[in-house]
């Protein structure tokens, strides 16, 4: 089985290697394959996205009842919530792509993980600002120093830190190693997040959505929550399919496939 | 090819066993430095060090909230279900400062009693419309010997 498998190379499986997983783990690392598939969906995933935010949003704003203690300032939830779940999910994936880059030596790997520090970096600033803005009228302070709002800090400080990371090392392959080890390593922070609610007594409340005994949310709440945090899932698809495809062709400026492509 | 990567997968299995044991050693090490406020049973089995700033958190005990009429003086029993203190503060509290609501205060113990300078409320997980609020409340009525916490 070969092992590099980069470049424009014709996709046809030999007899030997017909299971279909490693069939579609090679497509996936090859470069032309990817950028194709990322320019055939990123679009597609934009304005679908596009559209469920604006439905949830006014679902949120509009249908969704004020809260029996707060009234209309919880309505934040529905940018502060999936934002806060999209800076963790973004991250594994981020710290997923990298170990795949390292272990297989991947270079579309390497290119998915570079390309989501900024988008992952973005939702986490989101999810601190949205939260800090709830906090003052809910809370009384814009910021304490609890266990969940000093870890999701950590975390904006963790993607910052790989992007500072990935700028200071020329060479693109040391610095894809270096920056890949960085992420695995911060990745022991995205459990601390998510459970410092349980594990220590903060300022910050539990877990409403994801409860042993279920949601302990108004059904007209959840609804467009579920749907601006699906919005939100596609608008990472679309803007992350854009910058890998940004990152191959810087990648692969030299290859056939990259000057047929801007020659037209 | 193969040997080689599974080093490579070996490593960064390694990578992670590592950074996950000793973070989970220093944070069992830091375990009450990362607690946000103590609890008010906390305070009475002498855990709380004395004359420090500290944080107490529980929830206010119904009936128990006294303000003074002529300035912004509010004295409440503060409860964790198990042990009572009592928390004097001088200022404005937030919005969401109601009996049965948690809050959190930081301030220092003086003779027994919390005397607070922040008083945060404590929002819970749960997302309510009024009306639905409005018939638990209703239904809680009708059947009074329910805790009062």
Known sequence: ?264 | MQAQRKTRLLIVAMILAGVSISAVLALLSLNENINLFYSPSQVHAGEVPADATIRIGGMVVKGSVNRNPDNLEVSFDLTDTAKVVTVVYNGILPDLFREGQGIVASGTMQNSRFVADQVLAKHDETYMAPEISESIKAAHDRQPEESDY
């Not at chain 1, 060479?171 to 992420?183: G, I, K, P, Q």
């Not at chain 1, 945090?229 to 495809?245: E, K, P, W």
Request: proline share 5%; glycine share 6%; hydrophobic share 45%.
């Open chain 1, 1 to 264: 089985m070969t092992s590099h498998y980069t470049g424009s190379k014709n996709h046809t499986p030999t007899p030997g290697q017909t299971r279909s997983f490693r069939i579609w783990f090679h497509r996936f690392g090859s470069s032309s394959y990817f950028y194709h598939m990322a320019s055939r969906w990123g679009p597609r995933a934009g304005w679908l996205a596009l559209i469920l935010m604006v439905t949830g949003v006014y679902m949120g704003l509009f249908v969704a009842p004020p809260d029996y203690q707060m009234g209309d300032s919880y309505r934040i939830i529905f940018i502060h919530v999936p934002s806060a779940w999209m800076s963790l999910s973004v991250y594994v994936l981020m710290a997923v792509s990298s170990a795949i880059g390292l272990i297989w030596k991947m270079k579309v790997s390497f290119c998915v993980s570079r390309a989501c520090a900024p988008i992952g970096a973005a939702f986490t600033f989101c999810a601190l600002v949205t939260g800090s803005l709830w906090g003052k009228p809910t809370w009384g302070t814009y910021w304490i120093w609890d266990a969940r709002l000093t870890s999701e800090l950590v975390l904006l400080f963790l993607y910052v830190g790989y992007m500072a990371l990935d700028k200071a090392i020329p060479d693109r392959n040391t610095a894809s190693r270096a920056t890949a080890v960085l992420a695995l390593v911060g990745l022991v922070n995205i459990p601390i997040i998510h459970y410092s609610v349980e594990w220590w007594n903060t300022l910050h409340q539990g877990s409403t959505v994801f409860r042993m005994d279920g949601p302990s949310i108004d059904a007209r709440m959840l609804v467009p929550l579920l749907i601006t945090t699906v919005a939100m899932n596609l608008y990472f698809v679309s803007v992350l399919f854009n910058r890998v495809r940004c990152e191959l062709l810087d990648l692969e400026r030299r290859t056939q496939w990259v000057r047929k492509i801007v020659n037209g």
